[in-house]
């Protein structure tokens, strides 16, 4: 039986131990729910299966019997490696501006913001995962790729943050309406990753002084 008892909370990817990857005829594959499994071939991606029990023969590797030459049929045992991709959502992944960025408002001109929060995001192209970021690795975790999309995040927020036109002063009232317009503006990026943001949001921005005593004397105005 194939199979993966994903017990961790960060794995991403991860390849099933195979002695000399050797696969029988009639070997059965779990795919748990939240999981995906790849079967690669010399380094070539070939047949991707859902949830479900598979009991592996010649008509559910359409892919790997034309790539091995399988014209009648399965030749058992046969070389592949098995990746089990997880498809969860990845929840609490923390982003958050190392820099102060710069924004050109309105009404103060040009202002330096710190922001910080989190985002949720999970494997949406199992295929297009393994191809552009994991490749042969075989215990692949959060920990691989989240400075690389914290930064991919950091890097586009602040042209995101700009076309949103959001007046300074208001930017508090609607960090909800900002970590969804920055959520569309980012997903087409990780999508080419093979991963969607699910869920983006701002916690917390920073102002300088001079604009918090201004927010402060409005607020205790409208008390």
Partial sequence: IIEWKDQSNDTIVWRFPRYQDEIKQGAKLTVR???VAVFVNNGQIADVFQPGMHTLETSNLPVLSTIMGWKYG???PFKAEVYFVNTKNFIDQKWGTK?????RDAE???????????????V????????EIVGTDGNFTTDEINNQLRNLIVSRFTDA???SKIPVLDLAANYDELGEFIRTKIDPEFSEYGIGITKFLVENIS?????EEMLDKRTSCLL
């Fill in 161 to 163: 943050l700009g076309e």
């Fill in 207 to 211: 102002l300088p002084p001079n604009v």
């Fill in 124 to 131: 949406l192209d199992a295929a297009t995962f393994m191809r």
């Fill in 33 to 35: 729910e939240s999981q």
């Fill in 74 to 76: 399965f030749n058992s």
């Fill in 99 to 103: 820099n102060p960025i710069m924004l």
């Fill in 108 to 122: 103060f001109g040009a202002v330096r913001l710190r922001a910080f929060g989190t985002y949720v995001y999970k």
